[in-house]
């Protein structure tokens, strides 16, 4: 991306150093920027938003089961509406809507629970019937469906072009960004971390920000700091341009497969998580994948099945044990935010993350209780209701 930078030895000090230029390392630096916050420096091991945000599957949504992811996904929306403004890109935002889809009475029973949280949070989702889905995405077979969720607010937009938002007007802003630089150890003196060492250069900081993804782990345990996220290997794929055009539809999901497809440039976009999948930081794209993929839509959205795919990604999702993020202050280590393990919703909630981060880092009350999110509550017995539906 036209930010990055390679130095042969990064900045000596620094008042910040973010790890991790994914959309939430290049996110928090813009809010802090933003915010006045100066010599901040962002370090990234490859190329901005090389890791997952590099992956465009680019879900944008409130839709959540619990208020907190609730009002993370809402006010993301908001920002991401008004991202041609502030800071000012066009991140190709299209708000198509998800569409869930239901296949048993729990199901829809469990959805009907969480619109009504939704919706006293002045997000506009709705039950709908198995005909009003098929209307909604003409792909969708009404056989064995028992209900769906249309939640229209919601839809996607390109990380990749977010990522580059951020960090074009963070760069403006006078952010380094030292890209292609490996973190390599931390170094702390009682309750503080001193300094991050990288493979270009030693960098002595006043404040260390974790934003390093399915990488977040390796970093907290160079600081003492458990962050216990997993990496596991997601896959997608895009058929051919498809003729005639695909009706423009809505984020579309199988609930209980978690097959999913949207609309992408001429054709659709096509992703399903593999439950057999073992963790690792391989990141082979496999069509072998796919067959999972076909097995499923064959009975959901037929039409699917026998579509030409013409390639696709493999990335990571950073996971944790209860599929909710980790974000905070370390408690044992006085300057060490992190904003990691999001299982799958980081993109999404990234606009909202980097405000918070930005008040945590300068001792402002988020407008969001955080608590909930802190790394400790894994060691407390405190973990928060899993969120079931990670796409």
Not at 87 to 110: K, N, W
Not at 189 to 218: E, F, K, L, M, P
Not at 321 to 329: E, F, S, V
Request: proline share 7%; net charge negative.
């Amino acid at each position: 991306m036209s930010t990055s930078s390679t130095f042969r030895t990064v900045p000596p000090t620094a008042e910040v150093v973010i790890i991790g230029g994914g959309v939430m390392g290049a996110g928090i630096a813009f809010h802090l920027a933003e915010a006045g916050v100066n010599d901040i420096v962002v370090v990234e091991r490859g190329d901005l938003g090389s890791g997952s945000s590099g992956k465009p599957i680019g879900g944008v949504r409130a839709h959540f089961s619990d208020p907190l992811n609730i009002e993370l996904g809402s006010r993301s929306l908001r920002a991401y509406q008004d991202f041609p403004h502030r800071p000012g890109a066009d991140i190709r935002l299209d708000t198509v809507g998800y569409l869930f889809l239901l296949t048993s009475a729990q199901q829809a029973a469990e959805f009907e629970i969480s619109v009504a949280i939704q919706n006293s949070l002045d997000v506009p989702s709705r039950m709908v019937s198995p005909a009003e889905a098929r209307r909604l995405c003409p792909y969708v077979s009404t056989e064995g469906l028992v209900a769906a969720v249309h939640s229209p607010t919601d839809g996607h937009a390109r990380p990749g072009l977010v990522v580059r938002g951020y960090a074009d007007s963070a760069a403006r802003a006078g952010v380094t960004f030292a890209t292609h630089t490996a973190v390599t150890g931390i170094d702390t003196i009682a309750d503080r971390v001193t300094a991050v060492h990288t493979d270009q250069g030693v960098i002595s900081c006043s404040t260390v920000i974790c934003a390093a993804g399915a990488w977040a782990g390796q970093i907290g345990d160079m600081a003492g700091i458990d962050l216990p996220v997993r990496p596991v290997r997601r896959q997608l794929a895009f058929t051919e341009p498809l003729s005639p055009p695909a009706p423009r539809i809505p984020f579309t999901i199988d609930f209980s497969s978690s097959a999913y497809f949207h609309n992408s440039d001429d054709g659709l976009l096509f992703g399903l998580a593999d439950p057999n999948q073992e963790d690792g930081f391989d990141t082979t794209w496999t069509p072998e994948w796919l067959e999972l993929f076909r097995d499923v839509v064959r009975h959901r959205a037929p039409a699917l099945a026998d579509m030409e795919t013409v390639g696709g990604w493999a990335g990571l999702y950073e996971v944790t044990p209860d599929h909710n993020a980790l974000i905070g202050r370390s408690g044992e280590l006085a300057n060490f935010l992190y904003a990691t393990g999001f299982s799958g919703h980081g993109f999404l909630q990234a606009p909202a993350v980097g405000e918070i981060v930005r008040d945590l880092y300068l001792d402002r009350t988020p407008f969001v209780d955080i608590s909930p999110l802190s790394a400790d509550r894994f060691r407390t017995g405190a973990e928060i209701r899993p969120e079931a539906h990670v796409v």
